[in-house]
């Protein structure tokens, strides 16, 4: 026992140091403090006596898919806790869910259960009693069984089949409970055949009375031609009112949803409960370029405020054994406040808590082509506000070894700009946004080593990149012009 302790407690000073020396792991988003974070999607985050719980999702080396467990009070510093669901003689691997919390502040999650000795999984539920919310006993069997993988047949010979795949958070419609689940699976199946019905994105809607016995209603919205693409799909989603910045009550619920070509987007609309259908009004995508800001979950805190949180799918390669050895992986975006205007359109700015990681404020007047010498080049915070009146596009410049990231805002074309096409390693893109135009001109941009988010005008950019630790940080702009920035450096919020 004595040699087992040593063993155990040398390994973690073993990891402790690996992780702590390596300059490019993020010290203040959220990643996945331990084994493989691929996938690493985020699930069920709930708030309840005081503090908000997250899911993750992580493939654990001694068996299959897991959700791990971590607390905040902040939705920035984390506490880990032990596993809560882990394969048993019924899952194969914990995959995506989502929550519901009931009116006594019990916690019933839905997650897709992998298959398991040749059977297809399905749908199953899991339930955790307050207020820590450690311990979580699985009903038995499945919620809804799968015929095939991610597929449920539905028993209508009209509509056979339906997705059985990534439950989003349980939701009340009129005296129902309601999930909806995701149709990838369905969607491959018919991907290459001449099948339009089954083509495109859509959330299949099941309902209960109980949360025990659930059965097939239906798809819940309509895909509108031209927003999504027929090869695009709907997976992790999740389904909840929307209020506007101020906590204007619009009447408007959004669906966030990944596509697994396209990454994370979202519909804001009208839900009909009479009718039990959402109404899509209006369609955006935070990920612009490709899949990288991937799978999505989201919280409504006690304020109203909706954060989103999205796994970034762009790892420095898909080599898992490398990712592995690193001892961390498995990044989040910085939490997004997301609101609505009064016409759908979403708007997202940094969750408002990130300023209280501040420290150490810098303030500069530079020129374009000017270095910006900072305490904590590798986590931090620059605000960059050009002088009165100037149209064009600026920003910042990050270089080592002869690579480079530009990370700006054009103002000339309304855009947020992420340039990665020459930072060598990596996904390598030029991603740009469509800013909402209103607002402030200030740049809001967070580098936290490997990974940056930018902020601007309603929109927001989030990529991953691999440049070494001695960087060079400077501004640029297409227009002569000076830019007043304030800089800070942003604290750690969690050891592991």
């Not at 990643?31 to 005081?50: C, E, K, M, Q, T």
């Not at 005008?457 to 007043?484: C, D, H, I, M, W």
Request: some cysteine; charged content about 25%.
């Amino acid at each position: 026992m004595k040699e087992e302790i040593k063993n155990i407690l040398h390994g973690a000073h073993l990891m402790r140091e690996r992780i702590g020396a390596d300059t490019l792991r993020p010290a203040y988003h959220f990643r996945v403090p331990y084994d493989l974070g691929f996938p690493a999607d985020p699930n069920a985050i709930f708030y309840a006596s005081g503090k908000y719980h997250m899911m993750f999702l992580y493939e654990h080396v001694d068996d299959s898919y897991r959700w791990g467990h971590a607390v905040s009070a902040d939705l920035l510093h984390w506490t880990f806790c032990r596993d809560c669901l882990i394969p048993d003689k019924t899952d194969g691997g914990i995959y995506s869910g989502g929550v519901y919390l009931d009116e006594n502040g019990r916690a019933i999650v839905a997650y897709w259960a992998l298959g398991k000795d040749g059977s297809a999984g399905g749908i199953r539920i899991a339930v955790s009693e307050g207020p820590r919310y450690e311990n979580w006993t699985k009903s038995d069997g499945y919620a809804v069984k799968s015929s095939q993988h991610g597929i449920f047949e539905t028993g209508d010979p009209a509509k056979p089949y339906a997705g059985c795949a990534d439950p989003s958070n349980i939701f009340r419609l009129g005296d129902k409970y309601a999930m909806l689940l995701g149709n990838l699976c369905l969607l491959d199946k018919f991907r290459d055949q001449n099948a339009p019905q089954y083509k495109g994105d859509w959330a299949e809607l099941f309902l209960s009375e109980d949360l025990k016995n659930w059965r097939y209603d239906g798809r819940f919205y309509q895909r509108v031609e031209g927003w999504t693409q027929p090869s695009e799909d709907c997976m992790c989603p999740y389904f909840a009112p929307i209020y506007g910045l101020n906590g204007e009550d619009f009447k408007t619920h959004i669906l966030l949803f990944i596509s697994h070509t396209q990454g994370c987007q979202y519909y804001t609309g009208k839900l009909d409960e009479k009718a039990g259908r959402f109404i899509p009004q209006n369609h955006g995508r935070f990920a612009a370029a490709d899949n990288a800001l991937f799978a999505c979950e989201a919280v409504l805190t006690p304020e109203k405020k909706t954060v989103l949180f999205c796994w970034m799918r762009d790892n420095l390669d898909d080599d898992l054994e490398r990712e592995r050895s690193k001892g961390w992986s498995g990044v989040y975006c910085l939490p997004r406040e997301l609101y609505v205007e009064k016409d759908g359109r979403v708007q997202t700015r940094p969750w408002h808590r990130v300023r209280e990681l501040r420290c150490n404020r810098q303030a500069f007047t530079v020129g374009a082509g000017e270095e910006i010498l900072l305490t904590e080049p590798m986590h931090c915070e620059l605000v960059i506000e050009p002088e009165k009146g100037y149209c064009g596009e600026f920003g910042i410049r990050v270089e080592a070894e002869g690579k480079q990231v530009r990370i700006g805002a054009d103002f000339s074309r309304g855009s947020l700009v992420f340039d990665t096409t020459k930072a060598g390693l990596g996904r390598t893109v030029c991603e740009e946004t469509p800013m909402a135009g209103t607002g402030e001109n200030a740049l809001d941009v967070f580098i936290d080593g490997c990974i940056a988010d930018v902020f601007c005008n309603g929109a927001a950019l989030t990529r991953q990149f691999f440049l070494p630790e001695k960087r060079k940080l400077s501004v640029y702009a297409e227009k002569a012009a000076k830019f007043t920035i304030t800089a800070y450096e942003i604290m750690p919020t969690n050891i592991f």
